[in-house]
């Protein structure tokens, strides 16, 4: 079993941000009228903008020491299988995200956005099930709401 990634919260909050943002000037650069940007393109130009851009920020917030220090623990934790599940990992992300974009394109932004919350509730209680977290009333809660909000949004739909 792999042991899980522990991330700094500068890292994690870079990353969260990016994801959420991404989508945001996506629906509405795909929605202009008269231009043929598509999701691939759009998806191609976000990346390669934000490796250029996020990169120096990166190394500079955490030094070339952070990084070393970094690889030399994913090796202890992991094993020398580290780059394998590094390249496994980036692959099926950026599948994940190729297959997002291609989608935008075919169905409008609010029907992806419901789809994107169904996908997270049934991560997050696969993940309650698989690894038998106990979950407090208030998350329960959350999920609850999220799910109705979903059902009543395919009900006015039809």
């Known amino acids: ?65 952070m990084w070393a220090a970094g690889w030399q623990k994913a090796l202890a934790d992991v094993g020398p299988n580290v780059l394998w599940w590094i390249g496994a990992q980036s692959v099926f992300y950026h599948l994940y995200n190729q297959v997002s974009y291609m989608s935008l394109d075919q169905i409008s932004p609010l029907t992806f956005s419901i789809g994107n919350t169904m996908k997270r509730i049934s991560v997050i209680v696969s993940s309650i099930i698989i690894f038998r977290t106990p979950v407090r009333p208030v998350n329960a809660l959350g999920a609850a709401i999220a799910i109705f909000g979903t059902f009543l949004y395919s009900q006015a739909k039809q």
């Open 1 to 65: 079993m792999i042991p899980a990634v522990k991330l700094s919260p500068a890292a994690f909050s870079v990353t969260n941000q990016r994801s959420k943002s991404a989508l945001v000037p996506s629906v509405s650069i795909l929605n202009m009228k008269g231009k043929s940007v598509s999701g691939m393109n759009y998806y191609a130009c976000l990346s390669i903008m934000s490796l250029i851009i996020l990169a120096p920020f990166a190394i500079a917030m955490e030094g070339p020491q």
